[in-house]
């Protein structure tokens, strides 16, 4: 009986540590969106500016793209939904 209880002590701190860190986490996401000065992307509107960090170093800007039609797709790769879009992912970019 006492095995038991050595256990669920543990998981209870972690189910309590990954719960506050989920709090966290939201409430820095709420006060980033909250504070966020663009407006959301809109249908039929031109896609707001950003920049990401680009695989072979330096960044890459929306407006690098100006006049071209893009595709982008945030993904995991624990994400099942995810793994099983990527043969048509890739068959649409050899496409086009």
């Known amino acids: 009986m006492s095995a038991a209880v050595k256990t669920v002590g543990p ?3 972690d189910v309590l540590t990954k719960g506050a860190l ?3 986490v939201a409430a820095f996401l709420g006060v980033f969106l909250w504070n966020s000065d663009q407006q959301p992307p809109v249908v039929g509107k031109p896609m707001p500016d950003f920049d990401l960090p680009a695989d072979s170093g330096g960044h ?6 100006k006049g071209k039609i893009v595709v982008l797709n945030f993904w995991a790769s624990w994400c099942q939904p995810c793994i099983e879009e990527l043969p048509s992912l890739e068959q649409f970019a050899r496409m086009y």
């Open 11 to 13: 998981f209870r701190s």
């Open 22 to 24: 989920l709090v966290v």
């Open 60 to 65: 890459v800007q929306m407006s690098d793209f």
